[in-house]
């Protein structure tokens, strides 16, 4: 039953593909976007990827979707319809399909326990992670501990996302010189009744979801990464209905820049701290006498690191966006 | 049957290359990143499809529980760092679109392409 | 805690604490100062580790303290060493001439922000060098990637917006294809981490995914190195940068794209996939060759002095590829030591039109004609490097075209000579497109331009010290050989 439930989603995940590349209108593009990550996010949860479909879900069809539109409003909504060089771009990407689908027929098949992947190190991270961390959720382990450099790495990644975003949308607005008018106040959707009653119910709900994948993610799926995009998508709501200079009273810019390189700088010193310690960078193991509860104790630091700089970063970049149009 | 042990890698190959031709193909610079992300997101699917066993759950642990068998923790922990990089080569790719909007007034790459050859 | 052990982390450990707290500092030229002093950590952790390679010192560290293939482990041998003193050097450099240049282009408001990326550039590539794993290299790319978006983005002219859009397209586009190859490896071997990879990989060696996987990866780092013809995003990139950052990406950014290449060609396919070294030879002969010829002819009548240079870059990507596909330990120590030595020809040339830039506005050959009568130092200094960059006898560049055309004639018979003729002709042509340059600058009569006078003293005692180094290492290659010799037997010790 799964199985065929499994190929529909998929079938239907390629016909949206599809949609979105021949929409000519790019808001309808967006939203069928949104709809793509949804199926992907279904996807990954019958394939027993539970964290993996949460993130997909809170990014690809929360935040992915916000920063579109608020691109959108800034620049336009339809598209031209002209294409570049169709048939080079036809052969070419006939021949890479046709050779992915060559190599499929000597992987492993879907499922198959003998496949290497499931031979060398995963079994590995399964069999010692309640010994070494003690910890329920593998994923959390290997994510925190076991390859926490990584993470490390995507922390960082946001990072630099983030004061891109805000370094290119500092810039002077050259079409801005001559008219200096004062920017029209953001009321968001206030007047419309549904929305804001909605929303106000929804809002302190969302938060309380959010703190509860920060620090249930040691046991059950969730982790930094999760809820701080979780409480971001909770505060954009709140933006989007109360107005922005409302949101931005809220949690002033300061305040997200301070999120933004404090979480950063958490983490890197949780790393800095153990070397101290006398440990390797990251081997929490040093933060307690007991090496298990140091590991737990460095996984919930790093997590709560990860949890604000992510918060902050999505936060900055939707304000960046939406204080572009007032200019 | 058989062959559905495929299917998902099929599906990765043609939506990776779907996403591929929007990006090569459509002149429109938030087309273009659209096309990106969808050519990103395939390669999740690729990822998380490996590591399903047959019969397993995913990789949370149960306590008192003996001959439960999980699902691979490693691929599903490398896809959460790359939908985290993909989201942020979105925002910086979006950011600058809304710059080339204001200096150029256009979003079409031939537009663009016109207008430098002008100045 | 005893800092030695720890260089290896520290690398990337120290730009990493220092990047959120230099986007907090508010106060004029206080981020640079904080930029600048932790470039110059980064580069004298690097000397370090380099003096420790060269006392037969192998650096391994595993982070989190997790053995290897079940954690990260980060390594740094002769090669990974070449690397990191030009990243880290050429960052240094690059920021201290920087010091008035960048304060112009860049409002006061977003220098925190600009110097953040340059410091987690300078952390993403130092991050690339020293990992020992597939997808932790893949992490560090994107943030190397991203934070170099951004530092192209700070150029003045508004075409630096579509370029870098092309930037961010071409970067995505390599690094998903890296990402599918490191993918399909895996998913044949079970592991991330590259040796492993290596040992592992023999007994599936002959299967689709595997060669699938090796096609994507070497096309996706091909297209960050910008090799012909995968290049097109580069001349734009580079021409609309401020002319500071071009500085630095010139020097190291792609070169970083072809360590990786490198790294996983030889470590990984070609001792274990059958006929591999073949493909590679095959693959990457043409390709290096035509980026020589094609690249420094369209640089012949180019009239943009920026794009000029950028396009003999690409020339220079093929000199290096050509010598690694040769596959035979003088081609690789050729190939790094023309790693080294052009970043040096090139970092000089490109600091030097950063010094023409402070008082010449559009950087067109008509524009600097005249030049060299008020700027003398700076044209001198681009002279020397623009020697260096040819091949003449006494300069860097001399000494890595001669191992070069060594390692060609090793082959013997026609492909020999053949391949003799085309790295001659590529030095030819760059004979010609210097002299254009010199052309301008010195013989032709200075238009009805407003007076231009020498460049500020700091940026240019800069340009100096690096131009010298051309001559340094010129005269002295001994450390440069060492070092690529030993990184050459290391990759072909992967390949017995």
Redesign the interface.
Known sequence: MIIIFAVFLLTLLVITAIAIVRAENLFVAVMLMAIFSLLMAANFFILDAADVALTEAAIGAGVTTVIFLGALSLTAENEKKVELSRGVAMSIVTATTLLLIYATFEKPKLGDPEAPVHQHVAPWYLSETPKLIDIPNVVTAVLGSFRAYDTLGEVFVVFTACIGVLFLLSAKNPADKQSRRTPPESIGLRHHLIPKVVGRLLFPFIVLFGLYVQFHGEYGPGGGFQAGAIIATGIILFALLEGEKTALAAVPHSVMMAMVAGGALLYTMVGVVTMFMGGNFLDYSVLSSNPVFGQQMGIILIEAGVGITVCGALLAIFHAFAARENY | MEL??????????????????????????????????????A?????????????????????GVTDQ?????????????????????????????????????????????AK?RKS | MNPTEHLAALQVVVPFLAAPLIVLLKAKRLAWAATTLTSLLTFCIAIALTMGVLDGQNYQYFMGSWPAPYGIELKVDAFSAVVLLIITGASTSALIAGYHSLDKQIGAKRQPMFFAAWILALAGLAGIVVSADAFNIFVFMEISSLASYVLVAGGPDRRALPAVFKYLIFGTIGATFYLIGVGLIYMMTGTLNIEDMGVRIADVADQSPVLVAAGFITVGLALKAALFPLHIWLPNAYTFAPHIVTVFLAACATKVSLYVLFRFDFFVFQENLGGQQLHFTFFFLPLSVFAILIASAVALFERNLKRLLAWSSVAQIGYIVLGASLVSIAGLTASVLHVFNHAIAKGSLFLAVACLACHIKRLRLTDIAGCAKAMPWTMGAMVLAGLSLIGVPGTAGFISKWYLISAVLELGGATGVFLTAVIVLGSLMAVIYVWRIVEYAYFKPQGKKPAVSEAPFGILAITWIVAIGNLYFGINPELAVTLSESAASVLMGHNK
């Open positions: 559905l042990g495929y299917y998902n890698y099929w599906v990765f190959a043609i939506v990776l290359m779907v996403g591929f031709y929007a990006v090569i193909v459509r002149n429109n610079l938030i087309k273009k990143l659209l096309g990106l992300a969808i050519f990103q997101s390669v999740f699917l690729m990822y998380i499809t490996m590591d399903k066993v047959e019969g397993a759950t995913a990789p949370i642990i149960q306590e068998i999980y699902s691979n923790p490693l691929p599903q922990v490398l896809i959460l760092t790359a939908i985290v990089v993909g989201v942020s080569t979105t925002a910086l790719g979006l950011a600058m679109v809304v710059r080339i909007k204001e200096a150029y007034g256009s979003i079409e790459e031939d537009d663009i392409i430098d």
